[in-house]
């Protein structure tokens, strides 16, 4: 079997709190391979942000072990990460805001500026390096934050709602590209929602937190067509795409109950 790209065995956080210990995670076990796209859901609070945070490195857990690419953690290696908000430096332009994460990255500064090119090429912002980040749109910001979670090209990319804070049109096209980030079957992606029909549109797999602390309620593969060609709006209106939401829905509505 090829390597895992995470390998969480046994794993629990309970944050320190002036009233005692709060579990917010676990005890769960989860492995994720290349080429899957595993879409989290569940419950505000239950644990969501704080599984990724261990996935990254960001927090140690209070218990079990978690393997990233076979090695514990480290932060900022390893992993891309994209927030809800795009979190970009006001005071460089979109190219150089891209340009930092590749420095950061170690990519020799001679060959920065080819790469920049390819990267807002990749998320769809071919000519926009020159502008300032408040001369362009929330979904452009967005894809800006993507680039740069992709400019270290790292074998995992972890998402937390990236796109909540979105229009809906803005929202349904930034799926259409981010769900062929897994295709080439050497990446894999974990990504936060509270939307069912996002989770279904995007997700080879989906795990359902129950409520805090977040253990596994559901953990589903989800057959729909992936690759090249495909109509998102075929795949969005089909009897398969249906079935799969009421399954996800019902689940996230027990958890919550
Ligand atoms: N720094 C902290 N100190 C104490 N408790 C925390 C801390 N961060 C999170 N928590 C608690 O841990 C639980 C899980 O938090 P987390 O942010 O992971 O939830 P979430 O599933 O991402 O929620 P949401 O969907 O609202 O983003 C919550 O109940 C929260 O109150
Ligand atoms: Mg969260």
């Given at each position: 079997?090829?390597e895992?790209?995470?390998?969480?065995?046994?794993?629990?956080?309970?944050?320190?709190?002036?009233?005692?210990?709060?579990?917010?995670?676990?005890?769960?076990?989860?492995?994720v391979?290349?080429?899957?796209?595993?879409?989290?859901?569940?419950?505000?609070?239950?644990g969501?942000?704080?599984?990724?945070?261990?996935?990254?490195?960001?927090?140690?857990?209070?218990?079990?072990?978690?393997?990233?690419?076979g090695?514990?953690?480290?932060?900022?290696?390893?992993v891309?990460?994209?927030?809800?908000?795009?979190?970009?430096?006001?005071?460089?332009?979109?190219?150089?805001?891209?340009?930092?994460?590749?420095?950061?990255?170690?990519?020799?500064?001679?060959?920065?500026?080819?790469?920049?090119?390819?990267?807002?090429?990749?998320v769809?912002?071919?000519?926009?390096?020159?502008?300032?980040t408040?001369?362009?749109?929330g979904?452009?910001?967005?894809r800006v934050?993507i680039?740069?979670?992709?400019?270290?090209?790292?074998?995992?990319?972890?998402?937390d709602?990236?796109f909540?804070?979105?229009?809906?049109?803005?929202?349904?096209?930034?799926?259409?590209?981010?769900?062929?980030?897994?295709?080439?079957?050497?990446?894999?992606?974990?990504?936060?929602?509270?939307?069912?029909?996002?989770?279904?549109?995007?997700?080879?797999?989906?795990?359902?937190l129950?409520?805090?602390?977040?253990?596994?309620?559901?953990?589903?593969?989800?057959?729909?067509?992936?690759?090249?060609?495909?109509?998102?709006d075929e795949?969005?209106?089909?009897?398969?795409?249906?079935?799969?939401?009421?399954?996800?829905?019902?689940?996230?509505?027990?958890?919550?109950?």
């Amino acid at each position: 079997m090829a390597e895992a790209l995470v390998e969480l065995v046994g794993v629990e956080h309970s944050y320190k709190s002036k009233g005692g210990p709060v579990p917010a995670l676990g005890p769960l076990d989860l492995r994720v391979d290349p080429g899957e796209f595993v879409v989290v859901v569940g419950p505000s609070g239950s644990g969501k942000s704080t599984f990724l945070r261990v996935v990254s490195g960001f927090e140690h857990p209070s218990g079990g072990a978690v393997r990233l690419l076979g090695r514990t953690p480290v932060p900022g290696r390893d992993v891309g990460v994209v927030f809800q908000q795009p979190r970009l430096f006001p005071w460089q332009s979109v190219g150089a805001n891209i340009g930092t994460s590749l420095r950061w990255a170690g990519v020799p500064r001679a060959d920065r500026p080819q790469r920049i090119v390819e990267l807002l090429e990749q998320v769809g912002l071919g000519a926009l390096g020159p502008r300032r980040t408040w001369e362009i749109s929330g979904g452009q910001q967005q894809r800006v934050a993507i680039a740069r979670a992709l400019a270290a090209q790292p074998r995992l990319l972890l998402m937390d709602e990236p796109f909540a804070a979105l229009d809906a049109m803005t929202r349904e096209r930034l799926q259409e590209d981010v769900r062929t980030l897994t295709d080439d079957g050497t990446r894999g992606v974990v990504f936060v929602t509270h939307s069912v029909d996002e989770a279904v549109f995007l997700a080879s797999r989906i795990v359902v937190l129950t409520d805090r602390p977040g253990r596994i309620a559901l953990d589903l593969p989800v057959p729909l067509p992936r690759g090249a060609g495909l109509s998102a709006d075929e795949l969005r209106g089909s009897a398969q795409y249906a079935a799969l939401r009421g399954e996800v829905a019902s689940a996230v509505r027990a958890v919550a109950a």
